[in-house]
């Protein structure tokens, strides 16, 4: 009888381990991750040079974040105004750096959204170095655009 005691409850606590653990992992680890970098200080948030405001964008958030795995998961969300911004092309490049005063383009994504708002967010395995994300948006309301450009802070993995 003693010895049944320790076999069932292995088996309940690894019959209760598998079925927690189907239910562990219900969104993908991009959206994850992405909504981590947007969810961050306000610092990361593009603001108009000399205090100017744009005509089609609210918010630009440009981030990166690399997991202790060497998976770096870009971000570029773009916030324009409702019944103004029409589409915004989005261009996100990740970069690593070269000699201390250069950046070399690892890796290059973009798409397009029809209407306000968007969020491009990607991952890419990177090897040890500095690394940041530089981000285009260009924002259309009917035929006219505008164009701001950002780049994220810079992490070493």
Known sequence: ???RIPSILLAALL??????????????PVVIAAQAI???????????????????????????NINAS???????????????????ETSMTL????????????????????GHMGTLAKTKAVTSGTYRVKATYVAYSG??????NSTSGSMTY
């Open 143 to 148: 035929q006219n655009s505008e164009t701001v």
């Open 70 to 88: 060497g998976t770096a998961t870009c971000v570029a969300d773009f916030i324009g105004y409702s019944g103004i911004t029409t589409k915004v």
């Open 1 to 3: 009888m003693s010895k």
């Open 38 to 64: 947007l969810e961050r200080e306000p610092s990361d948030k593009e603001e108009p040079p000399g205090g100017e405001k744009f005509s089609y964008t609210n918010i630009t958030v440009t981030g990166l």
């Open 15 to 28: 019959l209760f381990c598998c079925a927690t653990g189907a239910f562990a992992i219900d969104e993908d």
């Open 95 to 114: 970069q690593k750096r070269f000699l201390l005063l250069f950046w070399t383009d690892e890796a290059s994504w973009s798409q397009t959204f029809t």
